[in-house]
């Protein structure tokens, strides 16, 4: 199966951003690709399968750890959700800092 190439992701303001930019940014991304149903699913799930993985390493797991995503109740799902949300906002944030660092990172290089 080939695979489709995608053009490179641009970002799109060209000066250093104020942390309102870099939160409309967040944002944004997080909105068309993560906030949706679906990229909120697939992140609970992710964070299940490392939860369960955690779990197995364990001397005596209790039965409820080693429960895959699609047994879990309504509620343990969301919970999994937030968490994997939070840590995509979290780290969408940090990639967007990062590619803009202030002018003192800029110095120290």
């Known amino acids: 199966m080939s695979q489709t190439k995608r053009p490179p992701i ?3 303001h060209p000066a250093i951003p104020d942390d309102d930019q870099i939160r409309r940014m967040r944002d944004i991304v ?26 197995r390493e364990q001397p005596n797991p209790k039965a409820s750890w080693l429960i895959p995503w699609g047994e879990l109740s309504a509620a343990d799902q969301e919970a999994d959700r937030r968490i994997g949300l939070t840590i995509a906002r979290y780290m969408v944030e ?3 800092r990062v590619s803009y660092p202030t002018p003192k990172a800029r110095q120290r290089e």
């Open 30 to 55: 997080l909105e068309t690709i993560l906030d949706t149903q679906l990229g909120a699913d697939i992140l609970g799930e992710l964070v299940r399968l490392a939860w369960v993985s955690w779990a």
């Open 94 to 96: 940090t990639l967007i």
């Open 10 to 12: 641009g970002l799109l």
